[in-house]
């Protein structure tokens, strides 16, 4: 893996490297909608603002999130899945606006997966310092759809793991407006976030914002 591969940060420009058999990254395929993804997740969290769920052990999540979509996934004392409404306020999840489900099946045309259609968009903000630890995402009812992912905001380092907990995990940096699409084989390898360094970004301020649109239901 060189690292230039990677080094597109200062590049305005797309490139697309291959994860896996069912894995491609996609460097800045956000950007020419980075600004409508700014004004819709302000829209999203007016309605349903950012919490910290409990995890089923009944510890504060360190990652705060909010959904929009027909769909939202929770985590509470009784396990993680997917709702129709926000427990929060009792109402549906914000719609899922257009701009973010284009953005999201147009990926995965890219990436291989035509007519993907999600119905649950989770939106996940990191400060500086919170971590995603490693995990797979089994909470979905059809498997083999594929998961698209928008990162915003901040750069983290993803840990892109195996099939079990204990494999090795490659390190894999990721900046704003870059779009990774997860599907097929790699769909239920293990993953997670290393702690997101301080810093400040233009438009989003001390956060790292992720969009994963999933077809849950
Ligand atoms: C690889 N979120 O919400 S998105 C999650 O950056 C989650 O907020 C991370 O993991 C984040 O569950 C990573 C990228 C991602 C999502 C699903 C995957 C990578 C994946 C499923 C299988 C393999
Ligand atoms: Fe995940």
């Not at 996934?73 to 999840?93: F, I, K, L, N, T």
């Not at 797979?136 to 993803?158: C, N, Y």
């Not at 790699?186 to 997670?192: E, K, S, Y």
């Not at 976030?193 to 301080?198: A, E, K, S, T």
Request: glycine residues 12%.
């Amino acid at each position: 893996m060189t690292a230039d591969l990677f080094d597109t940060d200062e590049s305005p420009g797309e490139s697309r490297l291959v994860l896996g058999t069912g894995a491609v990254l996609l460097r800045g395929f956000a950007r020419p909608v980075a600004a409508a993804l700014h004004e819709q997740v302000a829209a999203i969290v007016r309605q349903a603002p950012w919490r910290h769920m409990a995890t089923p052990g009944g510890r504060r999540m360190s990652v705060a999130n909010t959904n929009c979509g027909a769909l939202g996934w929770v985590s509470d004392a009784r396990g993680y899945r997917y709702v129709p409404v926000d427990p929060s306020s009792g109402e549906p999840w914000p719609t899922l606006p257009a701009v973010l489900s284009a953005l999201a099946g147009d990926a995965a045309a890219e990436a291989g997966f035509a007519g993907f259609v999600p119905d649950a968009c989770l939106i996940n903000r990191y400060a500086p310092g919170t971590r995603l630890s490693l995990h797979q995402d089994r909470d979905e009812r059809d498997l083999h759809a594929p998961i698209v992912s928008v990162s915003l905001g901040l750069s983290a380092t993803f840990l892109w793991g195996g099939m079990s907990r204990g494999d090795r995990a490659l390190r894999v940096p990721l900046h704003h407006a870059d779009v990774v699409v997860w599907g097929g084989e790699d769909r239920l390898r293990f993953h997670g976030v290393l702690p997101v360094p301080q810093g400040e970004h233009a438009e989003w301020g001390a956060a790292r914002v992720n969009l994963t649109f999933r077809k849950a239901g």
